[in-house]
């Protein structure tokens, strides 16, 4: 259980500084992923979403470092979370094409994030199942 809760508090300090980093450096972050950000609606949507969004993710995966009870809810929280990221991305490369390297980098971490969520909440239900 420490390492599941050491693994979701890396995942979890990783978007807490992306988000506000989206945040505080929009135009340098949607540029980095190809977004060209429209005064206004687009600079709004970019912020909210990017910025306060991944923020809370943030906010939800160190979670279990004040509530151990909740390790395996938020275990498949990033199991979801990065599982249909990995999907979409992976639907993503048939449909479009011209793919910079930062988008092929975040596709990197998604499967990681996704395969190592997977396997820590598999051998946490281990634990649970057994008691």
């Known amino acids: ?62 979670m279990p470092l004040v509530m151990t009870d909740a390790i395996r809810p938020i275990l498949i929280a990033c199991v979801l979370i990065h599982g249909t990221a990995v999907i979409f991305r992976a639907i993503s490369f048939f449909l479009f094409t011209g793919m910079g390297t930062t988008t092929y980098a975040l596709a990197g971490v998604e499967w990681v994030i996704f395969l190592a969520s997977a396997a820590i909440l598999a051998y946490v239900s281990t634990i649970h199942a057994a008691d």
Not at 1 to 8: E, K, N, Q, T, Y
Not at 11 to 34: D, E, F, H, M, N
Not at 38 to 50: D, L, R
């Open 1 to 62: 259980m420490f390492a599941a809760r050491i693994f979701l508090a890396i995942v979890g300090a990783a978007y807490l500084i992306l988000g506000i980093w989206c945040a505080v450096a929009p135009a340098q972050t949607s540029k980095s992923v190809g977004f060209d950000l429209e005064p206004g609606s687009g600079q709004s949507e970019y912020f909210t979403v990017y910025g306060g969004l991944e923020f809370a993710w943030g906010l939800i995966f160190l």
